[in-house]
């Protein structure tokens, strides 16, 4: 399906973008984004990709529809880290991204969160993507479950409108490519953790919990809370040296395998944690942040910490596709 066109919202550094492209196809018509670091990062990489920038402010009337529209919107109402005021919060942009959908009217939509979202706010999402007409499914997926050193639940779900097509799913892009190398690329059996399906009829359908083995070996996992990234990999010093990963040695090896490139230092001469190594934490290519000109440190980390791993998204994506009903495929077409 090379022909979809995509609009990506809250974009950041594009991981989803990454991965919906992975799975589905397509190219990007627009992007929005209205936070200085991001917008940077996104003309970086599509200079010819037009940003909207504050989705707050677009009249979708105006706007280029597309056949997929995705977004990563901000976590903060959600996040455990937060107050969690959920739809009470300022940062609830949701209704606004609900009023573009029912203006652009795209076959699909994908979306990704904090896993804490499903347990606040998520019910109002369900509601408005069924009185829009849309089947939705959705799923938690770990980091860790494609291989990656770190944990990182992410909610990611999808949401189908009646007329749309069933999408031929690509066998390149994220996925492709970490399977090429002998990476752990993820079984989409073992994936989902935590699943559901929302009625079209403004019913949201329940979260069902499903138990994934606590395989230590596979995900790297040590007992205990892992130590702060800028005490892994010390320094021997600041002249030379080798990582002294200890106990992660096995998880890092493993992300080493599948991103097929060696993990940098975890933290610079002045013993702060390296932007680079966040970026290799979250899959992603070499410089696709840290090498955007103009962008300060605290901008580079604010933007790898907003993001997903596009593998790991596009290994829900795929679970979450396979899973649909064949059925609801090009029912009204």
Request: hydrophobic share 40%; net charge positive.
């Amino acid at each position: 399906m090379t022909g979809l066109r995509i609009g990506s919202v809250c974009t950041g550094y594009g991981g989803l973008d990454i991965a919906v492209q992975a799975v589905f196809g397509g190219e990007l018509a627009w992007v929005a984004d209205n936070d200085p670091g991001a917008a940077r990062i996104l003309a970086h990489h599509h200079p010819s990709v037009p940003n909207l920038g504050d989705i707050t402010t677009v009249d979708w009337h105006d706007v280029e529809p597309v056949d997929v529209y995705i977004g990563g919107y901000p976590c903060q109402p959600f996040s455990t880290a937060g107050k969690r005021k959920g739809t009470n919060d300022a940062r609830h942009i949701w209704p606004f991204i609900a009023r573009a959908l029912g203006v652009l009217r795209p076959r699909y939509a994908i979306f990704e969160n904090v896993a804490n979202h499903l347990r606040l706010g998520f019910d109002t999402v369900l509601v408005d993507l069924a009185d829009l007409g849309f089947d939705v499914e959705w799923c938690v997926v770990r980091a860790d479950e494609v291989g990656a050193p770190h944990q990182r639940r992410r909610l990611i779900f999808l949401a189908t409108a009646p007329d749309a097509p069933r999408p031929g799913l690509s066998g390149q892009g994220v996925r492709g490519r970490a399977a090429q190398r002998g990476g752990a690329a993820a079984d989409t059996a073992d994936l989902g953790h935590e699943r559901g399906r929302g009625a079209r009829r403004g019913r949201p359908g329940p979260a069902h919990g499903r138990g994934t083995p606590a395989d230590a070996a596979r995900h790297g996992r040590g007992q205990g809370r892992p130590e702060p990234a800028w005490q892994q990999g010390r320094l021997d010093s600041v002249l030379g040296g080798a990582p002294d990963w200890g106990r992660y040695a096995p998880a890092i090896t493993r992300w080493e395998a599948v991103t097929g490139r060696r993990a940098p230092w975890a933290a610079d001469a002045r013993r702060r944690l390296n932007p680079a190594f966040v970026e290799w934490m979250m899959g992603l290519d070499p410089g696709h942040v840290t090498a955007v000109s103009g962008l300060s440190r605290t901008q580079q980390l604010k933007a790898l910490g907003n993001g997903v791993v596009p593998l790991q998204a596009a290994a829900a994506l795929r679970l979450l596709l396979a899973r649909a009903e064949p059925a609801t495929w090009g029912r009204a077409a």
